[in-house]
């Protein structure tokens, strides 16, 4: 077996290399999705580039790798062909697979799951207060919303100051900080 290894070609380690690696991405994302509730994983990004892309979701593109590393390795080890070649079919193949997870993603579990969410979708929602907000301080309100956990310094829309563990309905957002006021007690 490590024989086999060291006759590899540069191509072939590559292949190998993008595909175990795309290959174990795509595992922890599925696994991700699955138990990241569970295990309340708490990851928080925002950012806005004004640039258009179109959304490709990560688990497609590990897919996409993991296929392309498989069929090249099959093409160059097995099917004994060129580098030309083999890159060609590789990659027709991480597309379409990758495409079909792209499919997948967008089909069936985005519509129960959106990753694509924005904090402007947060206007009107209840939150907790995680951290008192001073008077005219900031502090920090923590809610859920279909991705997940999300945190965000928060001011009060009263000028009063609002005590930990309260609830807050969020007024407005601006970059990653809101603007709340209490619940009122009935």
């Not at 923590?142 to 969020?170: C, K, M, Q, W």
Request: charged share 15%; aromatic share 10%; net charge negative.
């Amino acid at each position: 077996m490590l024989d086999e290894l060291g006759s590899w070609s540069t191509l072939t380690c590559v292949y190998a290399f993008v595909g175990a690696i795309s290959f174990l991405f795509a595992v922890f994302s599925l696994i991700g999705t699955e138990f990241g509730d569970v295990l309340d994983v708490d990851v928080d990004a925002d950012a806005d580039a004004g640039v258009g892309f179109a959304s490709v979701s990560p688990f497609a593109l590990a897919v996409f790798g993991a296929t392309f590393g498989l069929a090249g390795m099959i093409t160059l080890t097995w099917l004994e062909m060129s580098p030309i070649p083999s890159i060609l079919i590789s990659t027709a193949a991480g597309l379409l697979v990758g495409g079909l997870a792209q499919g997948l993603f967008l089909y069936v579990l985005s519509p129960s799951k959106s990753s694509h969410y924005s904090l402007e979708d947060s206007i009107g929602q209840e939150a907790q207060v995680s951290t008192s907000i001073p008077a005219t301080g900031q502090g920090q309100i923590t809610f859920n919303n279909v991705s997940g956990r999300v945190r965000l310094g928060a001011r009060s829309a009263t000028g009063e100051s609002i005590p930990n563990g309260e609830f807050v309905i969020i007024e407005k957002i601006t970059g990653r900080n809101a603007v709340v006021r209490p619940v009122k007690k009935e």
